[in-house]
């Protein structure tokens, strides 16, 4: 089953690396092509090397990892090997000069590109708990494989790209292909792109106002529930277990009772899911009678295993069936009917990864009996809502147990129920006398009552010294009552906690948030009031909580981060407000992504959103610095056209390839790559969408931030002319 997953993800790979190549040879010359794609493999092997180093495995996270980095490795060489060709292609410099001088100018905007991307990942490893754990082989490979990718751009493909420029004078046949690519490609830059960009400066103002309406209607699609979110939707195993507990005073005659009425529910729903569908859906059935299987029930470590029983059952694989293992798991247990000796009966599908119960509820605050009680209501509550299963609770009942209180009688002849109590449990019991050594051990002398004295009546027939010397019997000073007792009653911080656990069926994420909504918007309230308990969400709700918590303290650091390191880069604190300015319109993308594949976002969303800031805003970096180089020789409007039609091939091509290299992995069907969607999603759409908002709202905010310098500057000249007055305004202004 490993051996599969891995192989799933080693063949995405392959196909996501050779669509890259493919679109490489399509755009640059075959040489040049070649030598972009050669930093390909170098960076993959020098952060392999390091996940060597660090102790990491190849696992389905970490290769995951790698496969988002196949199309961004290259986005290094692909600037700077396409600037390389741009200078000695349009202005006639040698390959030597050509070659040098497109490394010493993208070095910056590469450099920040590259430590805004591991900023980005870096804000990952904030995030702690059981699923902070879980990717934190994300940061740390795609942070390996970055640098690695850094260092082959600017100290090996420099000299190759020396080579390859002195041999593209020659037209050679195989770059055929690219040259009638470039040329369609030169034909919309000049005839769409450029008149488009025009355009968008001129009404700038608008344009910036229909993009922010388009991202709220994408917000409004996620706030109206259109677009659901499960925080992990983890991937279903093929199989199914149902454990019982029988209640005490059962003989293994009725646990072997119902456990036949479990086997026969399961063959029932079997024979009808072949009938429906043409396959018989269980492979393989253990039941046993004596014990449980697979993760138990709460508290059945302390039962008499004769009282307990478990039912496994393999499944077909979740590729070769259209229905969920969660349907078949509710039809067995609408099925099954209950043996009227039954404590408990749970059935559980499994699940791969690190989550937590879906439902998991701690009451506190009251006596064992009536959180008991309240577990009891609670699960009743729950157990009629849709795709709710394995129900339970971890206060089970254990043998009855005698209670007895002192009567008036007793308390006024001076007897305390500690020590009355004591007594007692010396009778019972016996007590050690006296240890001695016997050789090598150790031997006691204990003392005992006759067997023949413990009897039935034996409390009817105990007399208890009173503290003047007098004996009366036990039946005068205390009353009995016999209740049931619990085998294990949990505390916390000195109050007792019943937990009540479920799962809920993920294959409807809009049924399982409204689950979860009127667990806590409706019966939990109700449950309080009526029992005088006190309750808090755990589980998979507890560290969900953790994780978005981490998160958005991994999302804050990483935004200053790439703030204070574009404001080291442009030697501004204006200039990288307008290149991150991009960064939540990458949301239109993600969030309409989801909507159109019918998938819930999940924390592997929120893993590609704090990713896909740090990768969106590298388009933006290149552009600003292009527009930036040469506003200082042409008017900005000049400048930000002829910028935005010079980098507008290395900013599809940086695009495409991250979008292309992980389009594999968003038709995979499989089922045991379906929790990774979220995050493939988020950044093939973010990323798609981001480079198109790239082109239109960089250069739109470009232009607003010089007419709102124009405007300062005008109100610092007017402040320095009008004398006195318009000081003593501008200082109450201040």
Not at 212 to 236: I, Y
Not at 294 to 309: F, M, N, T, Y
Not at 376 to 397: R, T
Request: glycine share 8%; hydrophobic share 50%.
């Amino acid at each position: 089953m490993i051996s599969a997953r891995l192989e799933l993800l080693v063949d995405n790979a392959l196909i996501g690396l050779g669509i890259v190549l493919l679109l490489l040879f399509l755009f640059l010359n075959a040489r040049t092509a070649l030598w972009v794609a050669a930093g390909i493999p170098v960076a993959l092997l020098a952060g392999l090397a390091a996940m060597h180093v660090a102790g990491l495995t190849l696992n389905m996270i970490s290769l995951f990892a790698l496969i988002l980095m196949t199309g961004v490795v290259v986005d290094d060489a692909i600037v700077v090997g396409e600037h390389a060709d741009y200078r000695a292609r349009v202005l006639g410099e040698d390959p030597t000069t050509a070659a040098e001088q497109a490394a010493r100018r993208m070095w910056l905007p590469v450099l920040a590109s590259m430590l805004t991307t591991v900023i980005a990942f870096a804000g990952l490893t904030v995030i702690g708990g059981r699923f902070g754990d879980f990717i934190a082989d994300i940061p740390f490979t795609v942070i390996a494989v970055l640098t690695a990718s850094l260092a082959e751009c600017f100290l090996i493909l420099p000299h190759h790209m020396r080579h390859a420029l002195a041999a593209q004078a020659r037209d050679a046949w195989y770059d055929w292909p690219s040259r009638q690519v470039n040329r369609g490609f030169d034909w919309v830059r000049d005839r769409l792109v450029r008149p488009a960009t025009s355009f968008i400066l001129w009404a700038r103002y608008p344009v910036l106002a229909a993009t922010l309406f388009l991202l709220s209607t994408q917000v409004a699609l996620f706030l109206k529930g259109e677009v659901q979110f499960r925080f992990f939707d983890a991937p279903e195993q093929s199989s199914v277990s149902g454990n019982f507990a029988m209640l005490p005073g059962a003989t293994r005659a009725d646990a072997a009772a119902m456990m036949a009425e479990v086997q026969r529910a399961a063959g029932a729903v079997a024979l009808r899911y072949e009938t429906d569908h043409g396959r018989n859906p269980v492979e393989f059935a253990l039941a046993e009678v004596g014990g449980s299987v697979g993760r138990g029930l709460s508290g059945a470590e302390s039962k008499d295993p004769d009282l307990l029983g478990g039912l496994s059952l393999d499944l077909i694989e979740p590729d070769d069936r259209p229905y969920s293992s969660f349907a078949f798991l509710a039809d067995v247990q609408a099925e099954v009917r209950p043996h009227p000796m039954l404590e408990e009966l749970s059935f559980r599908g499994g699940r791969f990864g690190p989550g937590g119960d879906a439902i998991s509820v701690d009451l506190y605050g009251a006596e064992a009996a009536t959180l008991k009680a309240a577990a009891e209501a609670l699960k009743s509550a729950l157990a009629p809502l849709p795709g709710v299963s394995a129900l339970e609770d971890s206060l089970s009942y254990d043998k009855e147990e005698m209670v007895l209180t002192l009567t008036p009688q007793g308390t006024a002849l001076g007897f305390r129920i500690d020590e009355l109590g004591r007594s007692l449990r010396d009778r019972v019991e016996g007590i050690e006398a006296a240890t001695f050594p016997d050789g090598p051990r150790t031997a006691s002398i204990r003392v005992e009552l006759p067997p023949d004295e413990m009897t039935a009546d034996f409390l009817d027939r105990t007399l208890m010294r009173t503290p003047a010397g007098t004996w009366v019997p036990l039946s005068d000073i205390v009353a009995v009552e016999t209740r049931s007792g619990f085998s294990v009653i949990r505390r916390e911080n000195g109050l007792r906690v019943v937990t009540v656990s479920g799962d809920i069926a993920a294959d409807d994420p809009a049924t399982a948030n409204a689950v979860q909504a009127e667990l806590a918007g409706a019966i939990l309230p109700r449950i309080e009031a009526e029992f005088g308990v006190a309750s808090r969400l755990s589980g998979q709700a507890e560290q969900e909580r953790q994780f978005l918590s981490g998160a958005g303290t991994g999302f804050a650091l990483c935004l200053l981060g790439i703030y204070l390191t574009l404001a080291w880069v442009f030697a501004s604190w204006a200039r990288p407000l307008v290149v991150m300015a991009v960064i939540p319109f990458g949301l239109i993308g993600a969030i309409f992504g989801h909507w159109w594949w019918d998938v819930p976002m999940s924390m592997f969303s929120i893993v590609g959103l704090i990713g896909m800031a740090g990768i969106v805003i590298n388009d933006s970096i290149v552009l600003v610095s292009a527009v930036d180089e040469r506003a200082g020789r042409q008017s900005l409007r000049t400048a930000i056209v002829d910028a935005v039609a010079d980098r507008l091939r290395p900013v599809f091509l940086t695009t495409a390839t991250t979008v292309l290299g992980l389009a594999p992995l968003l038709y995979e069907s499989s089922s045991q790559a379906i929790f990774l969607k979220p995050t493939v999603i988020t950044l093939v759409y973010g990323l798609g969408f981001g480079m198109i908002l790239v082109l239109i709202v960089t250069p739109a905010l470009l232009a607003v931030q010089a007419d709102v310098g124009w405007q300062f500057r005008a109100l610092r000249r007017g402040l320095r002319r009008r004398g006195p007055l318009r000081r003593w305004i501008g200082a109450a202004a201040l």
